[in-house]
């Protein structure tokens, strides 16, 4: 499918498409949309920890998105605007829900699991999406925003409202946590 066009002169800015949007163009809809939904369903999935939640909230994310296009100032990136939101709705819809991102094993696995040897090859991979998930929920916003989707702590400052100064530092004690929480990993996976 195309992708919006002006004039022929090459993809819409964040201003042009926005005022495209609001003035009902079918397909810049779907260029705004095209754009930023893969970026809303990792965020909202690594926020959430469940496909079927982070689908939800990518929808509630455009439901927004739309609604409040007319709100879009152009001061930041549309897709930081449009993380700021699916950031949110993907923290009020956990919190609503009175959960957390929550890891499963079969109950076959049990036995495995209750034995903790430092030789049975636990896995990382597990141990560390745990220790995130145990993270309060702004170190975790801001490690996942910064570490795992690459935004810079001017763009996270933006999308959640609080100082490039302040992204630092939660993801510098994110940081440290995780370092805590994985030590026993130290020197065997470098």
């Known amino acids: 499918m195309p992708s919006a066009l002006h004039r022929d002169r090459g993809p819409l800015d964040d201003r042009q498409l926005a005022t495209q949007v609001l003035a009902g163009d079918p397909r810049a809809e779907r260029e705004f949309y095209d754009r930023h939904v893969d970026k809303v369903y990792r965020l909202a999935h690594r ?35 449009i993380c700021s939101i699916a950031v949110s709705v993907s923290l009020n819809g956990l919190k609503s829900l009175g959960t957390r ?8 696995n049990a036995p495995e699991i ?3 040897r430092r030789e049975s090859n636990p896995d990382l991979k597990e141990r560390l999406w745990a220790a995130i998930d145990a993270l309060p929920d702004g170190y975790r916003t801001v490690f996942v925003m910064h570490d795992v989707e690459g935004y810079t702590h001017e763009e996270i400052g933006t999308a959640l409202e609080i100082q490039p100064g302040t992204s630092k530092a939660q993801l510098f004690r994110a940081r440290g946590k995780l370092r805590e929480a994985l030590k026993d990993f130290e020197g065997e996976w470098t």
Not at 54 to 61: P, S
């Open 114 to 116: 209750a034995i903790t």
């Open 47 to 81: 926020l959430a920890g469940d496909p079927a939640l982070a689908q939800d909230y990518t929808q509630e994310t455009f439901v927004r998105a739309f609604d409040r296009l007319g709100q879009f100032r152009g001061d930041a990136a549309l897709s930081t605007w």
């Open 101 to 108: 991102r929550k890891r499963e094993t079969a109950l076959d």
